[in-house]
């Protein structure tokens, strides 16, 4: 198991995944992606982007968005490598730190990421959090009970730290298809970021 950059060819199963994930696709570009892959297959597993805010008057902002773990890959590390891939390429980018508005805080906490308050966000992320909030939906697609819970977190590129138990996992990552990876522990799997880089709309979609 291995993840590397989006190709070309790649654009039509992301979009694909993407819509049966519930994750939004406006803006896309497949070379913002990366693309966990079985090496022995060569069966795609996961997916995840890096989005740049170039606002005018102050520096870029990075942030992780749309990542997602197909169902029968989850609880095997994929989507902890997929975020790996994502922090490594930041910080070849030379930005220094990584954003993420989710409500799964104790999934991304394991690989060093703090919630950060918002009056000391960027500006271009905290409208963006505000507006997620405001469109917050859960998996039937209905406004959620707590949008409140959707936070903003940030980790160094060079900080973040990935538990010995998902490399073990990856190595030996297999596709489920006895569905047994339904029975999921919220501290393990991947969890799907399904926020849309332009509309700012948010799905509680963690499989």
Same mark, same amino acid.
């Given at each position: 198991?291995?993840?590397? !950059?989006?190709?070309?060819?790649?654009?039509?199963? =992301?979009? @694909? #995944?993407? $819509?049966? /994930?519930?994750?939004?696709?406006?803006?896309?570009?497949?070379?913002?992606?990366?693309?966990?892959?079985?090496?022995?297959?060569?069966?795609?597993?996961?997916?995840?982007?890096?989005?740049?805010h170039?606002?005018?008057?102050?520096a870029?902002?990075?942030?992780?968005?749309?990542?997602?773990?197909?169902?029968?890959?989850?609880r095997?590390?994929?989507?902890?490598?997929?975020?790996?891939?994502?922090?490594?390429?930041?910080? !070849?980018?030379?930005?220094?730190?990584?954003?993420? =508005?989710? @409500? #799964?805080? $104790?999934y /991304?906490?394991?690989?060093?990421?703090?919630?950060?308050?918002?009056?000391?966000?960027?500006?271009?992320?905290?409208?963006?959090?505000?507006?997620?909030?405001?469109?917050a939906?859960?998996?039937s697609?209905?406004?959620?009970?707590?949008?409140?819970?959707?936070?903003?977190?940030?980790?160094?590129?060079?900080?973040?730290?990935?538990?010995?138990?998902?490399?073990d996992?990856?190595?030996?990552?297999?596709?489920?298809?006895?569905?047994?990876?339904?029975?999921?522990d919220?501290?393990?799997?991947?969890?799907?970021?399904?926020?849309?880089p332009?509309?700012?709309?948010?799905?509680?979609?963690?499989?």
């Amino acid at each position: 198991m291995y993840v590397r !950059d989006a190709r070309n060819r790649d654009e039509v199963w =992301l979009l @694909d #995944r993407m $819509e049966e /994930l519930g994750l939004a696709e406006s803006s896309f570009r497949s070379r913002d992606y990366v693309i966990a892959v079985d090496e022995e297959t060569d069966e795609r597993a996961g997916f995840g982007r890096v989005r740049v805010h170039k606002p005018e008057a102050t520096a870029e902002v990075c942030e992780l968005t749309s990542v997602g773990v197909l169902p029968a890959w989850r609880r095997q590390g994929v989507g902890a490598h997929v975020l790996e891939r994502l922090v490594q390429t930041a910080g !070849d980018d030379e930005f220094e730190h990584v954003y993420a =508005l989710t @409500d #799964r805080t $104790e999934y /991304l906490a394991q690989f060093g990421f703090e919630p950060v308050a918002e009056t000391e966000l960027p500006p271009v992320l905290a409208d963006r959090l505000a507006t997620v909030r405001e469109h917050a939906t859960d998996e039937s697609g209905s406004l959620a009970d707590d949008p409140e819970a959707v936070t903003a977190l940030v980790v160094a590129t060079d900080r973040f730290e990935m538990p010995d138990r998902f490399r073990d996992r990856f190595k030996s990552a297999s596709p489920d298809t006895a569905g047994e990876a339904s029975g999921q522990d919220p501290d393990e799997i991947a969890e799907e970021l399904g926020i849309d880089p332009e509309e700012a709309t948010y799905k509680y979609d963690t499989g």
